[in-house]
């Protein structure tokens, strides 16, 4: 079986890419890490990535005129290294349409919210002040709009008595790393495709029961 060969993007300590570079340690696995790229340098994840044997650039955004140089110079990384697919993995630098389009349909995001809610910055804080009952993370693909764009994969996390931002980010953020694996082979298998500005997902699927919040 070919694997898709993917780039994974961040800005930061880069555990989402970690769990992505775990599940493709596996060879049945239908996506590989071909490289991982930065924005930040220095950025946490991108010594992870070498520890793990996995190809790293580091493109220091400043160093570029503008977005779109930038983008460009990042696009001649990902064609040089022979990638077909990207995952935002916590990188946070905007994208103008020259990137979004160049890789329509082949680039995912991992949000740290249930997406329509809470799109940007401070997920966390913002539900707290909302009093929603279950937090939780989307991985969808990206589009021209921030954390806008179809949905691959959602899991949800309740909220419980007593949490801070702190303590519900960290109860996401375990749920990211399982949510990333599992939606990236979904894609990379075929078996989730965009139809109709919606992702369709073919074959057998789990039905997990309804989860009531556990205060009840
Ligand atoms: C994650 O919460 C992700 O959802 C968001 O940025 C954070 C990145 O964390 N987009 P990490 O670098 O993967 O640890």
Known sequence: MARLRVAVLISGRGSNMKALLEAARDPAYPAEIGLVAANVPGAGGLA????????????????????????????SRL?????EFVCLAGFMRL???????A??????NIHPSLLPAFPGLDTHARALDAGVRFAG???????????????????AVPVLPGDDAATLGARVLAAEHRLYPGALALV????????DGKVRIDGPTAVPLPAFNPTL
């Open 103 to 108: 890789w329509a349909g082949r680039m995912l």
């Open 188 to 195: 990379a298998s075929g078996r989730a495709k965009v139809v």
């Open 137 to 155: 993370c989307t991985v969808h693909f990206v589009t021209g709009e921030m954390d806008v764009g179809p949905i691959v994969a959602q899991a």
């Open 95 to 101: 994208l103008t349409p020259y990137f979004v389009d």
């Open 79 to 83: 064609i040089e290294a022979g990638i």
């Open 48 to 75: 992870l990535a070498r520890a793990a044997g996995i190809a790293t650039a580091e493109l220091d955004h400043r160093q570029y005129s503008g977005r779109e140089s930038f983008e460009r110079a990042l696009n």
